[in-house]
Protein backbone atom coordinates (compact mmCIF):
# COMPACT_ATOMS: atom_id res chain seq x y z
CA UNK A 1 0.00 0.00 0.00
CA UNK A 2 2.42 2.43 -0.84
CA UNK A 3 0.82 5.00 -3.55
CA UNK A 4 -0.30 6.69 -0.12
CA UNK A 5 -4.23 6.19 -1.22
CA UNK A 6 -5.29 8.53 2.03
CA UNK A 7 -4.09 11.50 -0.96
CA UNK A 8 -7.24 11.67 -2.62
CA UNK A 9 -9.65 12.25 0.61
CA UNK A 10 -7.16 15.34 1.57
CA UNK A 11 -9.21 18.60 2.22
CA UNK A 12 -7.89 21.08 -0.77
CA UNK A 13 -6.23 23.06 2.36
CA UNK A 14 -4.32 20.82 3.65
CA UNK A 15 -0.78 19.91 2.38
CA UNK A 16 0.50 16.19 1.75
CA UNK A 17 3.80 17.63 2.85
CA UNK A 18 5.25 20.49 5.21
CA UNK A 19 8.16 21.79 6.23
CA UNK A 20 9.07 21.62 9.85
CA UNK A 21 11.77 23.90 10.22
CA UNK A 22 10.02 26.63 12.04
CA UNK A 23 10.32 25.85 15.37
CA UNK A 24 13.77 24.39 17.19
CA UNK A 25 12.21 23.88 20.53
CA UNK A 26 8.59 24.20 22.53
CA UNK A 27 10.21 27.49 23.91
CA UNK A 28 10.12 28.85 20.30
CA UNK A 29 6.16 28.50 20.18
CA UNK A 30 6.32 29.84 23.76
CA UNK A 31 8.46 32.57 23.08
CA UNK A 32 6.28 34.06 19.88
CA UNK A 33 3.03 33.63 21.41
CA UNK A 34 3.50 35.54 24.95
CA UNK A 35 5.25 38.45 21.67
CA UNK A 36 2.06 37.80 19.33
CA UNK A 37 -0.66 37.83 22.28
CA UNK A 38 0.96 39.15 25.42
CA UNK A 39 -2.49 40.71 26.85
CA UNK A 40 -4.96 38.45 25.87
CA UNK A 41 -6.19 36.46 28.09
CA UNK A 42 -4.31 32.98 28.37
CA UNK A 43 -5.97 30.63 30.64
CA UNK A 44 -9.05 31.27 32.77
CA UNK A 45 -9.79 28.61 36.13
CA UNK A 46 -12.09 28.63 38.40
CA UNK A 47 -13.25 32.15 37.63
CA UNK A 48 -9.67 33.75 37.49
CA UNK A 49 -8.32 34.72 34.08
CA UNK A 50 -4.14 35.20 33.49
CA UNK A 51 -2.71 36.95 30.39
CA UNK A 52 -0.13 35.75 28.28
CA UNK A 53 2.27 38.55 29.70
CA UNK A 54 1.76 37.26 33.37
CA UNK A 55 2.08 33.84 32.58
CA UNK A 56 5.32 34.76 30.98
CA UNK A 57 6.17 36.60 34.20
CA UNK A 58 5.28 33.59 36.31
CA UNK A 59 7.17 31.31 34.25
CA UNK A 60 10.21 33.44 34.61
CA UNK A 61 10.26 33.42 38.26
CA UNK A 62 10.22 29.67 38.37
CA UNK A 63 12.78 29.56 35.73
CA UNK A 64 15.32 31.48 38.17
CA UNK A 65 14.59 29.47 41.30
CA UNK A 66 15.15 25.95 39.38
CA UNK A 67 18.68 27.33 38.09
CA UNK A 68 19.83 29.33 40.97
CA UNK A 69 18.25 27.51 44.22
CA UNK A 70 18.22 23.73 43.01
CA UNK A 71 21.23 21.12 41.69
CA UNK A 72 18.67 21.00 38.54
CA UNK A 73 20.62 21.23 35.29
CA UNK A 74 20.06 20.87 31.27
CA UNK A 75 18.15 17.22 30.67
CA UNK A 76 17.51 16.10 34.31
CA UNK A 77 14.09 15.21 34.85
CA UNK A 78 11.67 16.36 36.59
CA UNK A 79 8.14 15.37 38.07
CA UNK A 80 5.09 17.51 37.53
CA UNK A 81 1.83 15.83 39.49
CA UNK A 82 -1.35 18.19 39.56
CA UNK A 83 -4.94 18.53 37.84
CA UNK A 84 -5.72 21.37 35.48
CA UNK A 85 -4.92 24.54 37.75
CA UNK A 86 -3.42 27.62 36.58
CA UNK A 87 -0.01 26.73 37.65
CA UNK A 88 -0.29 23.62 35.61
CA UNK A 89 1.06 25.10 32.37
CA UNK A 90 3.05 27.75 34.19
CA UNK A 91 5.34 24.88 35.52
CA UNK A 92 5.45 22.90 32.35
CA UNK A 93 6.75 25.92 30.21
CA UNK A 94 8.73 26.94 32.95
CA UNK A 95 10.35 23.57 33.46
CA UNK A 96 11.25 23.47 29.71
CA UNK A 97 12.80 27.00 29.42
CA UNK A 98 14.94 25.48 31.97
CA UNK A 99 15.97 22.70 29.50
CA UNK A 100 14.33 19.79 32.02
CA UNK A 101 12.71 16.58 30.98
CA UNK A 102 9.36 16.74 32.45
CA UNK A 103 7.69 13.28 33.75
CA UNK A 104 3.63 14.53 33.53
CA UNK A 105 2.30 12.18 36.30
CA UNK A 106 -1.10 11.26 36.77
CA UNK A 107 -2.37 12.53 40.02
CA UNK A 108 -4.76 9.30 40.65
CA UNK A 109 -1.53 7.41 40.67
CA UNK A 110 -1.29 4.94 43.99
CA UNK A 111 2.25 5.47 46.00
CA UNK A 112 3.54 2.29 44.08
CA UNK A 113 2.80 3.49 40.59
CA UNK A 114 4.33 6.54 41.65
CA UNK A 115 7.48 4.56 43.25
CA UNK A 116 8.05 3.08 39.67
CA UNK A 117 7.63 6.17 37.40
CA UNK A 118 10.13 8.35 39.41
CA UNK A 119 12.93 5.71 40.16
CA UNK A 120 12.55 4.77 36.19
CA UNK A 121 12.97 8.45 35.09
CA UNK A 122 15.35 8.56 37.64
CA UNK A 123 13.43 12.17 38.34
CA UNK A 124 15.65 14.55 41.06
CA UNK A 125 12.74 16.81 41.79
CA UNK A 126 8.69 17.31 41.52
CA UNK A 127 6.58 20.04 41.32
CA UNK A 128 3.22 18.62 43.46
CA UNK A 129 -0.31 19.03 44.74
CA UNK A 130 -0.56 19.27 48.68
CA UNK A 131 -3.62 16.65 47.95
CA UNK A 132 -0.94 14.42 46.78
CA UNK A 133 1.67 14.74 49.40
CA UNK A 134 0.88 11.76 51.34
CA UNK A 135 1.64 9.48 48.39
CA UNK A 136 5.12 10.87 48.20
CA UNK A 137 5.73 10.60 51.55
CA UNK A 138 5.68 6.54 51.40
CA UNK A 139 8.18 6.27 48.78
CA UNK A 140 10.62 9.58 48.81
CA UNK A 141 13.66 7.74 50.02
CA UNK A 142 13.53 5.19 47.58
CA UNK A 143 13.82 7.70 44.48
CA UNK A 144 16.44 10.02 43.53
CA UNK A 145 14.05 13.37 44.32
CA UNK A 146 15.80 16.17 46.07
CA UNK A 147 13.82 19.00 45.44
CA UNK A 148 10.57 19.06 46.05
CA UNK A 149 8.08 21.95 46.03
CA UNK A 150 4.62 21.86 46.49
CA UNK A 151 1.28 23.21 45.56
CA UNK A 152 -2.23 24.26 46.71
CA UNK A 153 -5.57 24.64 44.47
CA UNK A 154 -5.86 28.20 45.59
CA UNK A 155 -2.31 29.22 44.69
CA UNK A 156 -3.27 31.41 41.68
CA UNK A 157 -6.58 32.80 42.20
CA UNK A 158 -5.55 35.48 44.72
CA UNK A 159 -5.83 36.75 48.07
CA UNK A 160 -8.71 35.56 49.73
CA UNK A 161 -10.71 33.60 47.15
CA UNK A 162 -7.58 31.38 47.37
CA UNK A 163 -7.65 31.07 50.89
CA UNK A 164 -10.92 30.45 51.04
CA UNK A 165 -10.58 27.48 48.83
CA UNK A 166 -7.73 26.28 50.32
CA UNK A 167 -9.49 26.16 53.74
CA UNK A 168 -12.41 24.61 52.21
CA UNK A 169 -10.61 21.63 50.65
CA UNK A 170 -8.34 21.13 53.93
CA UNK A 171 -10.87 21.67 56.46
CA UNK A 172 -14.37 20.88 55.22
CA UNK A 173 -14.05 18.81 52.43
CA UNK A 174 -11.18 17.27 53.83
CA UNK A 175 -9.34 16.55 50.43
CA UNK A 176 -5.92 16.99 51.99
CA UNK A 177 -4.44 13.65 54.15
CA UNK A 178 -1.80 14.46 56.31
CA UNK A 179 1.63 14.70 55.09
CA UNK A 180 5.48 15.14 56.53
CA UNK A 181 7.71 15.95 53.80
CA UNK A 182 11.33 17.73 54.95
CA UNK A 183 12.64 20.56 52.91
CA UNK A 184 9.79 21.54 50.75
CA UNK A 185 9.66 25.30 49.04
CA UNK A 186 5.86 26.31 48.46
CA UNK A 187 5.33 27.17 44.64
CA UNK A 188 3.60 30.03 46.31
CA UNK A 189 6.60 31.71 48.08
CA UNK A 190 9.14 31.10 45.02
CA UNK A 191 6.30 33.24 42.67
CA UNK A 192 6.15 35.57 45.81
CA UNK A 193 10.34 36.07 46.42
CA UNK A 194 11.30 35.26 42.50
CA UNK A 195 8.75 38.38 41.18
CA UNK A 196 10.71 39.83 38.65
CA UNK A 197 13.31 37.91 38.25
CA UNK A 198 14.56 36.01 34.92
CA UNK A 199 16.65 32.57 34.36
CA UNK A 200 19.42 32.21 31.69
CA UNK A 201 18.52 31.01 28.58
CA UNK A 202 19.44 27.71 27.77
CA UNK A 203 19.96 26.50 24.21
CA UNK A 204 17.74 23.77 23.18
CA UNK A 205 17.42 21.96 19.42
CA UNK A 206 14.81 19.51 17.78
CA UNK A 207 16.91 16.70 19.31
CA UNK A 208 16.56 17.71 22.96
CA UNK A 209 14.22 15.75 25.10
CA UNK A 210 10.93 17.39 26.56
CA UNK A 211 8.73 14.88 27.75
CA UNK A 212 8.68 11.32 29.34
CA UNK A 213 4.91 10.02 28.79
CA UNK A 214 4.81 6.66 30.94
CA UNK A 215 2.42 4.26 29.24
CA UNK A 216 -0.49 2.76 31.04
CA UNK A 217 1.35 -0.76 31.38
CA UNK A 218 -1.72 -2.96 31.06
CA UNK A 219 0.46 -5.10 28.75
CA UNK A 220 3.46 -4.94 30.88
CA UNK A 221 5.75 -2.76 33.04
CA UNK A 222 4.84 1.30 32.59
CA UNK A 223 7.56 2.65 30.53
CA UNK A 224 8.42 6.25 29.47
CA UNK A 225 8.01 7.16 25.97
CA UNK A 226 10.55 9.68 25.14
CA UNK A 227 9.28 12.76 22.90
CA UNK A 228 11.90 15.40 22.13
CA UNK A 229 11.10 19.38 21.32
CA UNK A 230 11.10 18.19 17.64
CA UNK A 231 8.47 15.52 18.50
CA UNK A 232 6.27 17.56 19.86
CA UNK A 233 6.94 20.66 17.53
CA UNK A 234 6.09 18.63 14.47
CA UNK A 235 3.31 17.77 15.72
CA UNK A 236 1.88 20.69 16.04
CA UNK A 237 2.80 22.04 12.80
CA UNK A 238 1.11 18.59 11.76
CA UNK A 239 -1.91 19.69 13.85
CA UNK A 240 -2.03 23.39 11.99
CA UNK A 241 -2.07 22.16 8.85
CA UNK A 242 -5.25 20.10 9.41
CA UNK A 243 -7.39 22.13 11.15
CA UNK A 244 -5.96 25.60 11.40
CA UNK A 245 -7.75 27.08 8.56
CA UNK A 246 -10.88 27.11 10.68
CA UNK A 247 -9.31 29.17 13.72
CA UNK A 248 -8.26 32.38 13.93
CA UNK A 249 -5.22 33.79 15.90
CA UNK A 250 -6.15 35.36 19.01
CA UNK A 251 -9.90 34.76 18.65
CA UNK A 252 -10.35 31.64 19.96
CA UNK A 253 -11.90 30.04 22.86
CA UNK A 254 -11.05 26.35 23.60
CA UNK A 255 -12.31 23.95 26.53
CA UNK A 256 -9.57 22.12 28.39
CA UNK A 257 -11.56 19.54 30.52
CA UNK A 258 -8.87 16.45 29.71
CA UNK A 259 -6.00 16.38 31.91
CA UNK A 260 -2.56 18.23 30.73
CA UNK A 261 -0.45 15.30 32.18
CA UNK A 262 -1.96 13.35 29.22
CA UNK A 263 -0.40 13.37 25.55
CA UNK A 264 -3.81 14.32 24.57
CA UNK A 265 -4.67 17.51 26.11
CA UNK A 266 -0.64 18.22 26.58
CA UNK A 267 0.05 18.80 22.95
CA UNK A 268 -3.46 19.68 21.27
CA UNK A 269 -4.95 21.99 24.14
CA UNK A 270 -1.60 22.98 26.10
CA UNK A 271 0.41 23.85 23.31
CA UNK A 272 -0.95 23.66 19.53
CA UNK A 273 -3.90 26.56 20.83
CA UNK A 274 -1.07 28.57 23.00
CA UNK A 275 0.38 29.30 19.75
CA UNK A 276 -2.70 30.38 18.73
CA UNK A 277 -3.13 32.53 21.34
CA UNK A 278 -6.65 30.67 22.31
CA UNK A 279 -8.35 31.34 25.71
CA UNK A 280 -7.74 28.41 27.31
CA UNK A 281 -10.72 27.33 30.31
CA UNK A 282 -9.27 24.78 32.24
CA UNK A 283 -11.73 22.69 33.98
CA UNK A 284 -9.91 21.08 37.00
CA UNK A 285 -13.08 18.38 38.34
CA UNK A 286 -14.90 17.58 34.66
CA UNK A 287 -16.38 14.56 37.36
CA UNK A 288 -18.61 17.17 38.81
CA UNK A 289 -20.75 17.70 35.74
CA UNK A 290 -23.02 20.54 36.73
CA UNK A 291 -20.35 22.61 37.76
CA UNK A 292 -18.47 21.46 34.42
CA UNK A 293 -21.66 22.62 32.20
CA UNK A 294 -22.02 26.28 34.73
CA UNK A 295 -18.09 26.65 33.24
CA UNK A 296 -19.07 26.27 29.73
CA UNK A 297 -22.13 28.46 29.78
CA UNK A 298 -20.28 31.10 31.11
CA UNK A 299 -17.58 30.98 29.09
CA UNK A 300 -19.02 30.46 25.19
CA UNK A 301 -16.31 28.21 23.38
CA UNK A 302 -15.13 27.44 19.73
CA UNK A 303 -13.52 23.83 20.27
CA UNK A 304 -13.12 21.39 22.69
CA UNK A 305 -11.17 18.04 23.17
CA UNK A 306 -12.30 15.00 25.04
CA UNK A 307 -13.02 11.12 25.11
CA UNK A 308 -16.35 9.27 24.14
CA UNK A 309 -16.94 8.84 28.01
CA UNK A 310 -16.77 13.07 28.58
CA UNK A 311 -19.22 14.17 25.52
CA UNK A 312 -21.65 11.17 26.24
CA UNK A 313 -21.43 12.39 30.04
CA UNK A 314 -22.04 15.81 28.84
CA UNK A 315 -24.98 14.60 26.23
CA UNK A 316 -26.53 13.39 29.50
CA UNK A 317 -26.71 16.61 31.15
CA UNK A 318 -29.99 18.75 30.41
CA UNK A 319 -27.92 21.93 31.22
CA UNK A 320 -25.30 21.19 28.64
CA UNK A 321 -27.78 20.42 25.91
CA UNK A 322 -29.76 23.84 26.73
CA UNK A 323 -26.31 25.72 25.99
CA UNK A 324 -25.86 28.26 23.24
CA UNK A 325 -23.39 26.59 20.40
CA UNK A 326 -23.51 28.95 17.91
CA UNK A 327 -19.81 29.84 18.74
CA UNK A 328 -18.57 26.11 18.19
CA UNK A 329 -16.82 25.72 15.39
CA UNK A 330 -16.04 21.29 16.30
CA UNK A 331 -15.13 19.17 19.03
CA UNK A 332 -12.18 16.90 18.83
CA UNK A 333 -12.43 13.02 19.98
CA UNK A 334 -9.48 10.72 21.03
CA UNK A 335 -8.01 8.19 23.02
CA UNK A 336 -10.53 5.33 22.29
CA UNK A 337 -13.07 5.51 19.78
CA UNK A 338 -15.89 7.71 19.39
CA UNK A 339 -18.97 5.82 19.08
CA UNK A 340 -20.87 6.35 16.04
CA UNK A 341 -24.31 7.05 17.98
CA UNK A 342 -22.52 9.64 20.28
CA UNK A 343 -20.81 11.82 17.16
CA UNK A 344 -24.57 11.47 15.70
CA UNK A 345 -25.66 13.34 18.57
CA UNK A 346 -22.90 15.49 19.18
CA UNK A 347 -23.41 16.79 16.08
CA UNK A 348 -27.14 17.01 16.71
CA UNK A 349 -27.70 18.71 19.55
CA UNK A 350 -24.53 21.12 19.21
CA UNK A 351 -24.72 21.46 15.17
CA UNK A 352 -20.93 20.96 14.58
CA UNK A 353 -18.92 17.84 14.17
CA UNK A 354 -17.34 15.49 16.70
CA UNK A 355 -14.17 14.78 14.46
CA UNK A 356 -12.33 11.23 15.73
CA UNK A 357 -8.86 11.13 16.17
CA UNK A 358 -6.22 8.54 16.37
CA UNK A 359 -2.55 8.45 18.62
CA UNK A 360 -0.46 7.20 20.97
CA UNK A 361 1.99 8.89 23.93
CA UNK A 362 4.65 7.16 21.46
CA UNK A 363 3.18 9.83 18.28
CA UNK A 364 3.09 12.61 20.60
CA UNK A 365 0.09 11.62 19.94
CA UNK A 366 -1.82 12.86 16.44
CA UNK A 367 -1.37 10.30 13.96
CA UNK A 368 -4.34 10.49 11.91
CA UNK A 369 -7.77 12.78 11.96
CA UNK A 370 -10.82 13.22 10.59
CA UNK A 371 -10.92 15.67 7.77
CA UNK A 372 -12.77 19.10 8.40
CA UNK A 373 -15.52 20.78 6.36
CA UNK A 374 -18.04 17.63 6.52
CA UNK A 375 -15.97 15.13 4.53
CA UNK A 376 -15.46 13.36 7.89
CA UNK A 377 -16.17 9.50 7.96
CA UNK A 378 -18.04 8.66 11.05
CA UNK A 379 -16.64 5.18 12.61
CA UNK A 380 -13.25 6.01 11.55
CA UNK A 381 -9.99 7.25 13.13
CA UNK A 382 -9.64 9.28 10.20
CA UNK A 383 -6.63 9.86 7.37
CA UNK A 384 -2.42 10.18 8.03
CA UNK A 385 -1.46 13.59 8.96
CA UNK A 386 1.21 15.25 6.89
CA UNK A 387 4.72 13.61 6.54
CA UNK A 388 2.71 10.53 8.43
CA UNK A 389 2.67 7.17 7.05
CA UNK A 390 0.66 4.22 8.29
CA UNK A 391 0.86 0.79 7.36
CA UNK A 392 -1.14 -2.56 8.14
CA UNK A 393 1.07 -5.76 9.06
CA UNK A 394 0.38 -9.51 9.42
CA UNK A 395 1.75 -11.32 12.13
CA UNK A 396 4.84 -11.17 10.43
CA UNK A 397 5.10 -7.90 10.06
CA UNK A 398 4.32 -7.53 5.99
CA UNK A 399 2.42 -5.09 4.75
CA UNK A 400 -1.39 -6.40 3.89
CA UNK A 401 -2.90 -5.27 1.03
CA UNK A 402 -6.01 -2.86 1.39
CA UNK A 403 -8.99 -3.85 3.10
CA UNK A 404 -7.35 -6.58 5.21
CA UNK A 405 -7.01 -6.34 8.86
CA UNK A 406 -3.79 -6.13 10.90
CA UNK A 407 -1.02 -4.11 13.08
CA UNK A 408 -1.04 -0.51 12.63
CA UNK A 409 2.55 0.70 12.14
CA UNK A 410 3.22 4.58 11.94
CA UNK A 411 6.12 6.76 10.55
CA UNK A 412 6.41 10.28 10.92
CA UNK A 413 8.25 13.08 12.42
CA UNK A 414 6.13 12.93 15.54
CA UNK A 415 7.69 9.23 16.38
CA UNK A 416 8.94 8.78 19.83
CA UNK A 417 12.71 8.86 20.42
CA UNK A 418 12.22 5.31 22.06
CA UNK A 419 11.18 3.94 25.73
CA UNK A 420 13.20 5.94 28.23
CA UNK A 421 16.23 3.24 29.40
CA UNK A 422 14.50 0.16 27.77
CA UNK A 423 16.46 -0.49 23.96
CA UNK A 424 15.24 -4.09 23.68
CA UNK A 425 11.22 -2.53 24.27
CA UNK A 426 12.23 0.51 21.81
CA UNK A 427 13.20 -2.07 19.07
CA UNK A 428 10.41 -4.69 19.62
CA UNK A 429 8.05 -2.01 18.87
CA UNK A 430 9.78 -0.61 15.63
CA UNK A 431 9.95 -2.64 12.55
CA UNK A 432 12.41 -0.22 10.45
CA UNK A 433 11.02 3.38 10.84
CA UNK A 434 7.59 2.24 11.60
CA UNK A 435 5.98 1.84 15.44
CA UNK A 436 4.40 -0.96 15.78
CA UNK A 437 1.24 0.25 18.05
CA UNK A 438 -0.14 -3.06 18.93
CA UNK A 439 -3.74 -2.21 17.36
CA UNK A 440 -5.44 -3.60 15.03
CA UNK A 441 -6.74 -1.46 12.50
CA UNK A 442 -7.90 -1.51 8.19
CA UNK A 443 -7.41 0.66 5.63
CA UNK A 444 -10.61 1.58 3.17
CA UNK A 445 -10.23 2.30 -0.61
CA UNK A 446 -10.38 6.12 0.40
CA UNK A 447 -7.22 5.92 3.23
CA UNK A 448 -9.72 6.46 6.17
CA UNK A 449 -8.34 3.80 8.78
CA UNK A 450 -10.63 2.54 11.74
CA UNK A 451 -9.58 0.13 14.45
CA UNK A 452 -10.80 -3.67 14.84
CA UNK A 453 -11.00 -6.04 17.56
CA UNK A 454 -9.49 -8.89 17.04
CA UNK A 455 -10.15 -12.35 18.40
CA UNK A 456 -7.65 -12.15 21.92
CA UNK A 457 -9.19 -8.78 22.44
CA UNK A 458 -12.48 -10.31 22.11
CA UNK A 459 -11.75 -13.27 24.98
CA UNK A 460 -10.30 -10.58 27.52
CA UNK A 461 -13.94 -8.48 27.17
CA UNK A 462 -15.59 -11.55 27.77
CA UNK A 463 -13.37 -12.28 30.19
CA UNK A 464 -13.99 -8.58 31.79
CA UNK A 465 -17.91 -9.52 31.97
CA UNK A 466 -17.45 -12.69 33.12
CA UNK A 467 -15.14 -10.87 36.15
CA UNK A 468 -17.71 -8.60 37.12
CA UNK A 469 -20.74 -10.59 37.60
CA UNK A 470 -18.85 -12.93 40.30
CA UNK A 471 -17.84 -9.97 41.44
CA UNK A 472 -21.11 -8.61 42.41
CA UNK A 473 -22.19 -11.91 43.31
CA UNK A 474 -19.49 -12.53 45.96
CA UNK A 475 -19.97 -9.11 47.43
CA UNK A 476 -24.03 -9.70 48.11
CA UNK A 477 -25.49 -7.51 45.16
CA UNK A 478 -28.02 -9.63 44.65
CA UNK A 479 -30.99 -7.62 46.75
CA UNK A 480 -33.82 -7.82 44.44
CA UNK A 481 -35.19 -4.00 43.70
CA UNK A 482 -32.72 -2.97 45.75
CA UNK A 483 -29.94 -3.55 43.64
CA UNK A 484 -31.23 -1.79 40.61
CA UNK A 485 -31.87 1.62 43.03
CA UNK A 486 -27.83 0.71 43.96
CA UNK A 487 -26.70 0.13 40.37
CA UNK A 488 -28.26 3.48 39.08
CA UNK A 489 -26.62 5.41 41.63
CA UNK A 490 -23.80 3.82 40.81
CA UNK A 491 -24.00 5.18 36.85
CA UNK A 492 -25.57 8.25 38.58
CA UNK A 493 -21.77 8.79 40.31
CA UNK A 494 -22.93 8.91 43.86
CA UNK A 495 -25.16 6.86 46.68
CA UNK A 496 -24.60 3.35 48.12
CA UNK A 497 -24.25 1.90 44.68
CA UNK A 498 -20.59 3.91 44.19
CA UNK A 499 -19.76 2.30 47.41
CA UNK A 500 -20.65 -1.14 46.82
CA UNK A 501 -19.03 -0.58 43.54
CA UNK A 502 -15.73 0.61 45.28
CA UNK A 503 -15.84 -1.81 47.83
CA UNK A 504 -16.02 -4.44 45.25
CA UNK A 505 -13.26 -3.23 42.99
CA UNK A 506 -11.05 -1.34 44.63
CA UNK A 507 -11.99 1.65 42.17
CA UNK A 508 -12.34 5.38 43.34
CA UNK A 509 -13.44 8.71 42.18
CA UNK A 510 -14.33 6.78 38.82
CA UNK A 511 -17.92 7.84 38.42
CA UNK A 512 -18.61 10.89 36.39
CA UNK A 513 -20.82 10.07 33.95
CA UNK A 514 -22.31 6.66 33.77
CA UNK A 515 -20.05 5.88 31.05
CA UNK A 516 -17.72 5.14 33.65
CA UNK A 517 -20.32 2.22 34.95
CA UNK A 518 -19.86 0.31 32.03
CA UNK A 519 -20.27 -2.70 33.77
CA UNK A 520 -18.06 -5.22 31.87
CA UNK A 521 -15.20 -2.95 32.28
CA UNK A 522 -15.31 -2.22 36.16
CA UNK A 523 -13.54 -4.97 37.14
CA UNK A 524 -10.86 -4.40 34.74
CA UNK A 525 -10.51 -0.73 35.48
CA UNK A 526 -9.30 -2.06 38.62
CA UNK A 527 -6.66 -3.44 37.93
CA UNK A 528 -5.01 -1.24 35.77
CA UNK A 529 -3.12 2.28 36.18
CA UNK A 530 -4.94 5.00 36.48
CA UNK A 531 -3.70 6.70 33.60
CA UNK A 532 -5.14 3.81 31.53
CA UNK A 533 -8.32 3.34 32.77
CA UNK A 534 -10.41 6.29 30.64
CA UNK A 535 -9.23 4.78 27.37
CA UNK A 536 -9.79 1.35 28.99
CA UNK A 537 -13.48 2.18 29.88
CA UNK A 538 -13.48 2.92 26.09
CA UNK A 539 -12.08 -0.36 24.71
CA UNK A 540 -15.62 -1.52 23.70
CA UNK A 541 -15.87 1.44 21.46
CA UNK A 542 -13.25 0.54 19.62
CA UNK A 543 -14.53 -2.89 17.90
CA UNK A 544 -16.38 -2.67 14.73
CA UNK A 545 -19.77 -3.33 14.29
CA UNK A 546 -18.98 -6.83 13.30
CA UNK A 547 -16.74 -7.52 16.05
CA UNK A 548 -19.60 -6.04 18.55
CA UNK A 549 -21.76 -8.52 17.00
CA UNK A 550 -19.28 -11.46 16.83
CA UNK A 551 -18.63 -10.65 20.89
CA UNK A 552 -22.50 -10.57 21.73
CA UNK A 553 -22.81 -13.60 19.76
CA UNK A 554 -20.31 -15.18 21.20
CA UNK A 555 -21.70 -14.39 25.10
CA UNK A 556 -25.10 -15.96 24.64
CA UNK A 557 -23.28 -18.92 22.47
CA UNK A 558 -25.23 -18.35 19.76
CA UNK A 559 -24.32 -17.42 15.91
CA UNK A 560 -26.92 -14.81 15.66
CA UNK A 561 -27.64 -12.93 18.94
CA UNK A 562 -31.56 -12.05 19.24
CA UNK A 563 -30.06 -9.14 21.20
CA UNK A 564 -28.54 -7.10 18.36
CA UNK A 565 -30.80 -4.03 17.60
CA UNK A 566 -31.62 -2.09 14.84
CA UNK A 567 -31.58 1.29 14.69
CA UNK A 568 -33.36 3.62 12.19
CA UNK A 569 -30.72 3.29 9.70
CA UNK A 570 -30.80 -0.49 9.86
CA UNK A 571 -27.25 -0.84 11.45
CA UNK A 572 -26.77 -2.82 14.85
CA UNK A 573 -27.70 -0.31 17.62
CA UNK A 574 -24.59 -0.93 19.76
CA UNK A 575 -25.67 0.95 22.91
CA UNK A 576 -28.82 -1.11 22.95
CA UNK A 577 -27.69 -4.18 21.80
CA UNK A 578 -25.25 -4.47 24.69
CA UNK A 579 -27.25 -3.03 27.51
CA UNK A 580 -29.77 -5.43 26.83
CA UNK A 581 -27.95 -8.44 26.81
CA UNK A 582 -25.86 -7.83 29.39
CA UNK A 583 -28.93 -7.38 32.09
CA UNK A 584 -30.21 -10.32 30.51
CA UNK A 585 -26.63 -12.13 31.52
CA UNK A 586 -27.36 -10.66 35.34
CA UNK A 587 -30.60 -12.03 35.50
CA UNK A 588 -29.16 -15.07 34.81
CA UNK A 589 -26.85 -15.28 37.13
CA UNK A 590 -29.42 -14.18 39.86
CA UNK A 591 -28.85 -10.62 39.60
CA UNK A 592 -32.35 -9.48 38.73
CA UNK A 593 -34.92 -6.89 38.79
CA UNK A 594 -37.77 -9.19 39.22
CA UNK A 595 -39.69 -6.93 41.89
CA UNK A 596 -39.79 -3.93 39.16
CA UNK A 597 -38.49 -0.58 39.82
CA UNK A 598 -40.46 2.59 41.51
CA UNK A 599 -41.17 5.27 39.05
CA UNK A 600 -38.30 7.30 39.74
CA UNK A 601 -35.59 4.61 38.92
CA UNK A 602 -37.31 4.23 35.65
CA UNK A 603 -37.09 7.86 34.66
CA UNK A 604 -33.55 7.79 35.43
CA UNK A 605 -33.39 4.35 33.56
CA UNK A 606 -35.00 6.31 30.66
CA UNK A 607 -32.57 9.36 30.32
CA UNK A 608 -29.66 7.39 30.93
CA UNK A 609 -30.44 4.90 27.84
CA UNK A 610 -33.26 7.09 26.24
CA UNK A 611 -36.51 5.69 25.36
CA UNK A 612 -36.44 3.71 22.49
CA UNK A 613 -33.33 1.88 23.56
CA UNK A 614 -34.95 1.16 27.23
CA UNK A 615 -37.37 -0.79 25.61
CA UNK A 616 -35.09 -3.08 24.02
CA UNK A 617 -34.06 -4.37 26.96
CA UNK A 618 -35.09 -7.55 28.77
CA UNK A 619 -38.76 -7.89 28.26
CA UNK A 620 -39.74 -9.21 31.66
CA UNK A 621 -37.79 -6.34 33.34
CA UNK A 622 -39.79 -4.15 31.07
CA UNK A 623 -43.30 -5.40 31.86
CA UNK A 624 -41.93 -5.45 35.43
CA UNK A 625 -40.86 -1.75 35.56
CA UNK A 626 -44.08 -0.64 33.62
CA UNK A 627 -45.81 -2.19 35.96
CA UNK A 628 -44.29 -0.02 38.30
CA UNK A 629 -44.78 2.81 36.34
CA UNK A 630 -48.03 3.19 35.45
CA UNK A 631 -49.57 2.57 39.35
Not at 117 to 132: C, M, P, R, T
Not at 195 to 200: H, N
Not at 408 to 426: A, D, F, L, S
Amino acid sequence: MSDFPWFKSYPTEVPKTIELNRYNSLVDIFDQSVKNFGDNIAYKNMDVEMSFNEVSAHVDALVWYLQNNTKLKKGDRIALQMPNLLQFPITIFACLKAGLVIVNTNPLYTAEEMRHQYKDSGAKAIIILENFAHNLEQILDETEIETVITTTIGDMLGGLKGAITNFVVRKVKKMVPPFTLNDTTPLKQIFKDCKGKKGAAVSLGKEDNAFLQYTGGTTGVSKGATLSHGNICANVQQVEAWIGHEFKEGQETIITALPMYHIFALTANCVVFFRYGAKNILITNPRDMKGFCKDLKKNPFTFITGVNTLFNGLLNQEAFRSLDFSKLKMALGGGMAVQDVVAAEWEKVTGSPLLEAYGLSETSPAATINPVGGTHKVGTIGLPLPNTDIKIFDDNKVEVAQGEKGEIGIKGPQVMQGYWNRPEETANCMHGEYFLTGDVGIVDENGFFRQDLGPEAIDNVIGQENALIEALKKGGVKQKGRFAKELFAAFRGGGRGKKIVRQQTGIKNQFSTPEWTYLPFIRALSQMSPEDQSAAADSWNTASLDAQKALMAHLKGEKDDPNIVLGKDGKPNVNASYQGSFLKRLKEAGIDFSDGLSPRELKKLKNMLGEETLFTLDPELIIEASFHYNK
